[in-house]
């Protein structure tokens, strides 16, 4: 936001700076009439606050009316995001912003104005008083410009790159179409036993719902963390790297769609009573096996008293904490065998919209125990939303500043080099008097404005290997210094730096050479 703010001031003190070149001749006879040079300094000060407070006001009006779209895509991670609007805090911040953006930005050209030479202004021509010194200014905020934009635009690149990676995710289930229904019974009336009876006999219900595809139990469903994670020893007497113990009923890979690698699924003749078995993800019997014969051998499970379980069966690895993290050991063990206490997650697959099945589920809830509270529910496909959002937000947002940013570079070059054709305007009518070419006279000031593009890339790369640093913890999969990035935003700004030199350029071809010398 501050740079998109340095970007935008500079572009208005280059008009400024322009303008005043424009008014030379006022100003001269101001200060000739006994205007002392610090009143005409004031005097352009008040001018550009007044514009940079008018620029205030119609900000606050958009901020008004984009405010709630905002909040509306904003992570749940963002603090209070309910309670942002434009209150006193942000009147009073913008005003004072624009005060000092006004003073500052507008001392330049104040300060050029107040240089002016009386006898030159007042005997040459308008056109002929332009200084080289406000050129150089001029150059110099554009480069400034250029610079900054292609920082914002790299930043930008490296998330658009990054946020595509984490889109490209294979996330080891299938989302679409599941229903995820958290639980809870209340503590004081359910013991484990009664607990694990009701939420046998709910699943029995849904499962018979029309249109469910599959129906299990989990104490935690995909990316919503571990109940248990513990270290502990396979058949070897091998100490495992800290796992994620999950308890899971029959049917909950099928439901979730996350394949069996090899060996089996829960079944049910994986009950309390019977043998202990277990199932692990590929990454634990990778660390543990090197992925293969992990089925049939034996690994230790909390209060087990040392009996351990037996493996039947490896699947595919599924995020259970973050969606962009490494995958974690984790192991899968019968709900009936390990217990789900008092809270657990319903899952239910149905190829029709799953939230249609949210009253359903809570009407069979309400038939077997009134006095409980409505699970609360989402889709699967949510849960993976709201896992990308964090990104997702900081994507749209650096986007959104780099497209303006690179707006406000264009209409700044085309300011710059529109002055500079009218500066130019006798000279130009000359060259065309002499049987210039007007492809040439195009060339010349393509030329002109693209050295500038071309400092402003070679100091943008500079910052850019600098700001890309800040980004190292917002990226996934992609390098801080990905090429990709820093070659498309340099292209990119490219192509806005030609289109704000074409439209000059080509004024310049327009110009009637006898109307230049007659002007001049």
């Not at 994670?229 to 979730?256: E, K, L, N």
């Not at 019977?274 to 634990?284: D, E, H, Q, S």
């Not at 800040?470 to 806005?496: C, E, K, N, Q």
């Amino acid at each position: 936001m501050g740079v998109l703010l340095l970007i935008a001031c500079a572009n208005v003190c280059n008009l400024l700076l322009a303008r005043g070149a424009r008014r030379r001749k006022e100003f001269a006879v101001r200060l000739a009439l006994g205007a002392s040079r610090w009143r005409l300094i004031r005097y352009l000060l008040v001018e550009s606050v007044a514009l940079s407070l008018s620029g205030g006001v119609l900000g606050l009006f958009v901020a008004f009316l984009a405010v709630s779209p905002f909040v509306r895509i904003a992570p749940a991670t963002v603090a209070r995001v309910e309670g942002i609007e434009v209150d006193a805090t942000v009147l009073g911040f913008t005003f004072a912003v624009a005060v000092m953006a006004g003073v500052i930005f507008g001392l330049i050209p104040a300060l050029e104005a107040g240089r002016a030479d009386l006898g030159h202004a007042l005997s040459g021509s308008l056109r002929a008083t332009g200084s080289a010194r406000q050129h150089s200014v001029g150059r110099a905020l554009i480069v400034f410009e250029l610079a900054t934009t292609l920082v914002l635009l790299t930043c930008a690149g490296l998330l658009t790159h990054s946020f595509a990676r984490v889109m490209a995710i294979d996330y080891g289930f299938r989302p679409e179409g599941v229903l995820v229904e958290d639980i809870s019974l209340q503590n004081t009336r359910y013991s484990n036993e009664s607990a694990a009876r009701f939420f046998t006999e709910l699943l029995e219900r849904v499962r018979t719902f029309p249109g469910v595809e599959a129906a299990a139990l989990a104490d935690v469903a995909p990316l919503g963390g571990a109940r248990m994670s513990v270290s502990t020893r396979d058949q070897d007497g091998r100490q495992t790297p800290v796992v994620d113990v999950i308890a899971v009923s029959p049917g909950y890979f099928a439901t979730t769609g996350t394949p069996v690698l090899t060996g089996r699924d829960f079944g049910l003749e994986d009950r309390a009573r019977g043998p202990r078995v277990a199932m692990i993800n590929a990454t634990l019997a990778h660390l543990l096996y090197s992925g293969v014969g992990a089925v049939g051998r034996r690994i230790g499970l909390p209060n087990d008293s040392g009996r351990g379980a037996t493996i039947v069966g490896v699947v595919k690895d599924v995020p259970q904490r973050e969606l962009e993290a490494v995958a974690r050991p984790a192991v899968f063990v019968p709900a009936d065998q390990a217990g789900l206490g008092t809270r657990t997650t319903l899952l239910i697959r149905t190829p029709s919209d799953p939230i249609a099945l949210q009253q359903a589920v809570r009407e069979a809830v309400r038939s077997m125990d009134a006095g409980l509270p409505a699970p609360s529910g989402t889709t699967m496909e949510q849960v993976l939303s709201d896992a990308v959002a964090p990104r997702r937000f900081s994507f749209v947002l650096l986007a959104i500043f780099g497209l303006l940013a690179a707006t406000l570079a264009a209409v700044g070059l085309y300011g710059v080099l529109a002055y500079l054709v009218a500066d130019r305007t006798r000279e130009i009518g000359i060259r065309l008097a002499l049987g210039a070419e007007p492809l040439r006279l195009v060339r010349l000031v393509v030329e002109q404005g693209m050295w500038l593009a071309v400092l402003g890339v070679l100091i943008g790369l500079g910052g850019s290997f600098a700001a890309v640093r800040l980004l190292r913890h917002m990226l996934f999969g992609v390098s801080i210094y990905d090429p990709w990035a820093f070659v498309a935003g340099t292209a990119l700004l490219g192509v806005v730096a030609l289109v704000g030199c074409l439209i000059p350029a080509r004024r310049a071809t327009q110009v009637d050479p006898m109307v230049a010398l007659r002007s001049e």
